[in-house]
């Protein structure tokens, strides 16, 4: 036992060293009125924050807007993977070409394509294609509101790398499963619309589970890189970018750290559901 | 298999060229981009280029600053770009290195092992995705400067891992987990330690899991940009992700192109390279006897 716990040392260790004082920072600072603008210490004001919050009409907009955001790219990305990986499902000539073509967004590194994508989006000076974008941006902006198009592309940035890694990824469960196993339900089920849900969804499910949950918490970080990357000229309220601006404009620590735990009750919950669809299962086999 | 007809082949075929063309369209438009000429850029049809160029890389590796210009260094400011490459090199090998061993470590132990409470003890690794990351670097910051490794690369090596952690150690456990115990057993019977059974057997087999832990690891940390923004500020400590940030998009459009470019082709190299054990990997982890 003690080698068990020997060899889960260095991973627990990187894991709390690194998230757990800033968490727990955080948690102690949501319930207190900490902004590093005046000089006295921080004092504690219970969860005055928190209440705060959940009566300001900004804070619902922001949550709102976050978990449709959410829920959207994720919607689009399971469709879009769901398709990827059953055009791939069969062997075909020129399919480890077409393999690579969709796992290549999700390889291209996310931190300089997110720069790329933006920028070509919303091109920053003359370029052949910038007249083109710069209408497209204004007719979107008037017809939304100002800052609709930038997160536009960052939506359509996060379902193009999100669609190819759960494509990739269901392509995975699909190899697992035995090809007999879908001439069988060929020939029990005539309608393919009712053969996907009956026979594929329930034997990927654990993929789903998986992919669902990770889509989740990366559709939060590319909404904090693109907007860090601009400068907060992605104007559309989510907790994330709200929290930053709370904290970093503003100073105030207090609500900011409230505001961005506000969505770890949610996620947990989320999680608690998906992991008995993904928990490897429980017996040892003989 | 029963012939299809040709018209749902075709259909296939299509939706192929579709989804094909969904996928590498923007990757192809950067690249056209960054072969161009500022002339073709602004004149040319954006879609192709006609006389390509590398002068934009070059000029990544060559430039030297130029005060000469009026409005000062700022128009044409030179780039570490071969220290940015360095950096990052390094950074990224060490931050999968460190990933894959540490998650090796514990996924045998949650997997093999099992010490009690296993099973919440790797949820509650992989729940550590939950945590906001928005303004953690704040209090992360703290911590950094107490432990004197602001402006230090090597902070990264720590940081980064936790960001792949939790899925390598969940998929290699559930390998392990799934893994029939007699493939150790017979070999502890010989005689073998634990220790070599583990190097001789159960490593070699569990390559391709690795392998998708690898590449996982390599996926998610490429991605970052906030952190590397955020921690490096000299300039000669940044990674390209960070450095490309710092660039004068509106001025070297072009140049920070290029260094896309230069920053991704490696990485999408890499993992072309590993797509068949990556898949083959996630499959063998997360299916039990496959």
């Known amino acids: ?286 | 298999m029963n012939p299809r007809p040709w018209w749902r082949r075709l259909g296939h075929g299509g939706l192929l060229l579709v989804a094909a063309v969904y996928c590498v369209f923007p990757i192809y438009f950067v690249l056209v981009q960054s072969l161009k000429s500022a002339h073709e850029d602004v004149f040319g049809n954006p879609f192709i280029v006609t006389s390509p160029t590398l002068e934009n890389f070059e000029e990544l590796f060559e430039r030297k600053g130029q005060p000469r210009n009026f409005v000062g260094r700022a128009l044409r400011r030179d780039y570490p770009f071969f220290v940015w490459l360095e950096n990052t090199l390094v950074i990224f090998g060490g931050s999968v290195a460190i990933t894959l061993a540490a998650g090796l470590a514990a996924a045998y132990a949650l997997g093999r092992l099992r010490p009690p409470g296993f099973r919440w003890w790797r949820r509650a690794i992989f729940a550590t995705y939950v945590v906001p990351h928005t303004i953690l670097f704040v209090p992360l910051y703290q911590v950094v400067i107490r432990l004197g490794l602001d402006d230090n690369p090597l902070l990264l090596l720590l940081v980064y891992p936790t960001m792949a952690l939790p899925f390598c150690v969940w998929i290699l456990s559930a390998y392990f987990q799934n893994l029939p115990r007699e493939i150790e057993e017979s070999a502890l019977v010989e005689g073998a330690s634990r220790a070599a059974a583990f190097y001789r057997i159960v490593l070699p087999m569990s390559r391709p899991v690795l392998i998708a832990a690898g590449i996982f690891s390599l996926g998610t940390i490429a991605s970052d940009f906030m952190l590397a923004s955020v921690f490096l500020l000299s300039e000669h400590n940044q990674t390209i992700p960070a450095g490309l940030a710092t660039m004068e998009v509106a001025l070297d459009e072009l140049l920070a192109v290029a260094g896309i470019n230069l920053m991704a082709i490696p990485v999408v190299l890499v993992c072309a390279l590993f797509a068949r054990g990556y898949v083959r990997g996630l499959t063998a982890a997360m299916v039990e006897g496959a």
């Not at chain 1, 998986?210 to 890189?225: G, M």
């Open chain 1, 1 to 286: 036992m003690v080698t068990a716990y020997l060899l889960l040392a260095p991973a627990t260790l990187l894991l709390v060293g690194v998230l757990a004082y800033p968490l727990g920072w955080e948690a102690w600072i949501s319930l207190t009125d900490f902004s590093p603008l005046n000089d006295r210490g921080p004092a504690f004001v219970g969860t005055e924050n928190y209440r705060r919050l959940l009566g300001d009409a900004e804070f619902w907009r922001a949550a709102v807007v976050t978990v449709g955001f959410a829920t959207a790219t994720t919607l689009a990305k399971l469709v879009l993977g769901v398709a990827f990986a059953l055009l791939l499902a069969r062997p075909f000539r020129g399919r480890a070409l077409v393999f690579l073509a969709i796992f290549l967004p999700w390889a291209y590194p996310a931190s300089v394509s997110v720069i790329g994508w933006y920028w070509t989006l919303s091109p920053p000076i003359p370029t052949a294609y910038s007249a083109f974008m710069g209408h497209l941006k204004v007719t979107v902006d008037h017809a939304v509101g100002t800052g609709a198009w930038s997160f536009v592309a960052v939506t359509l940035f996060n379902v193009w790398r999100g669609s190819s890694f759960i494509g990739v990824f269901l392509l995975a469960g699909i190899n697992a499963v035995p090809p007999e196993l879908f001439e069988c339900a060929l020939l029990d089920c005539r309608s393919a619309w009712r053969r996907f849900w009956l026979v594929t969804v329930p034997l990927l499910r654990p993929f789903l589970a998986l992919a669902v949950f990770l889509s989740l918490t990366t559709a939060f970080a590319d909404l904090a890189n693109v907007w860090l990357l601009t400068a907060g000229r992605v104007v559309f309220p989510v907790i994330g970018t709200q929290a930053y601006w709370l904290a970093i404009k503003a100073g105030e620590f207090g609500p900011a750290s409230a505001l961005s735990l506000m969505l770890v009750p949610f996620l947990l919950a989320v999680l608690a559901l998906l992991f008995r669809a993904f928990d490897p299962p429980d017996e040892a086999r003989a």
